[in-house]
C-alpha cells in the first residue's frame, strides 16, 4: 500500500508557517518565542478571514493589509534613507 500523501496546506496554514520561519530566520528569535507568537497570528487569521476555511477572506473583504483599517502597507521604497 502507497503512503497516505500528506493534505495541500491551506492558505492561512501558509502563511502561519511563513510567519515561523520568518521570526525564526531573519528575527533570530527563540522557539519559545514562536510558541507564544505564533498562535496570537494564527488566531488573529481565523478570525479576519473566517470564509469557507480555506483561508480565504468573507466575501466584501479585501486581502490585503492595506484593506485593513485604511492603513495602507510600507514598503522598501516608503523607507527614508
Avoid: H, I, K
Avoid at 531573519?26 to 473566517?50: D, I, K, Y
Amino acid at each position: 500500500m502507497a503512503p497516505e500523501r500528506p493534505r495541500p496546506l491551506s492558505a492561512r496554514e501558509r502563511v502561519e508557517q511563513a510567519f515561523a520561519r520568518y521570526l525564526a530566520r531573519e528575527r533570530g528569535l527563540a522557539s519559545a518565542t514562536l510558541m507564544n507568537n505564533v498562535p496570537v497570528v494564527r488566531q488573529f487569521l481565523r478570525e479576519r478571514f473566517r470564509g469557507g476555511g480555506s483561508g480565504s477572506p468573507p466575501s466584501g473583504r479585501g486581502t490585503s493589509p492595506a484593506s485593513c483599517n485604511g492603513t495602507r502597507t510600507s514598503t522598501v521604497r516608503d523607507t527614508p534613507r
